[in-house]
């Protein structure tokens, strides 16, 4: 049973360009919740997915989106990079009725030049 | 300001040493759970705890909640080197679906 995956694994990115990132959730699980962990930080909640809609968005501007489609999976999309975007982009997924219940994936490093 | 405050930061010890790590807010929280993360992957979730002054050990790991379910602790029994890696707690606060988590603390344990 595959757990959480995410692509790309790196990427570089020049400030003002944009990027999308790509999340499919362990088997059985239903929500998706993304996370930005800067270098020597905790992860701070970007926003969560259920049912293809953001069920809930932490306090982040709206160059940041999300997508979630049909089958679960989830992309992050983030508009005019800057440099202060760079981070490891988290992905976690949750099985139905257990929100606090977080799998979470490798990550994606963004780094922008 | 972080909502849940770690301490140590870092810590450093010998193998087979003991150890305390510590989870505090001035918030009540639902849930709270901790994580250890190696360098290159995301978070694993080691354990969940609900009831206020819960405790729960993991094998060599013992989890704490505090009674007024603002606070928790982590105690690991003769440290192995294998124990190395970021210890996180994150909390979920009621109504809110959002985790919030603290910013770690690095643990290293020598051989």
């Known amino acids: 049973d595959a757990g959480v995956t995410q692509s790309p694994t790196h990427l570089i990115k020049t400030r003002g360009q944009q990027v999308t990132l790509r999340c499919s959730p362990k088997s059985g699980h239903d929500t998706v919740s993304w996370y930005q962990q800067a270098l020597g930080q905790g992860p701070q909640f970007i926003f969560q997915y259920y049912e293809e809609e953001e069920r809930q968005r932490g306090n982040f501007p709206d160059r940041f989106s999300g997508h979630q489609f049909p089958n679960y999976s989830s992309e992050l999309n983030v508009n005019a990079l800057l440099l202060g975007d760079s981070a490891l982009y988290l992905c976690a997924s949750s099985p139905p009725r257990q929100l606090y219940e977080q799998y979470f994936g490798p990550g994606t490093r963004l780094t922008v030049t | 300001t972080q909502l849940l405050e770690q301490s140590p930061q870092f810590l450093s010890i010998q193998e087979g040493e003991n150890l305390t790590v510590y989870c505090n807010s001035s918030s009540v929280f639902s849930s709270l759970q901790w994580y250890r993360q190696e360098p290159g992957e995301g978070p694993v979730l080691l354990v969940t705890?609900?009831?206020?002054?819960e405790v729960k050990k993991l094998k060599r790991l013992t989890f704490q909640f505090g009674d007024a379910r603002k606070d928790s602790s982590l105690h690991i029994t003769a440290a192995q080197t294998g124990d190395t890696g970021l210890y996180l707690c994150?909390?979920?606060?009621?109504?809110?679906?959002?985790?919030?988590f603290g910013a770690g603390t690095r643990l290293t344990v020598k051989p």
């Open positions: 705890v609900v009831t206020g002054g």
């Open positions: 994150a909390g979920a606060r009621w109504n809110n679906n959002d985790m919030r």
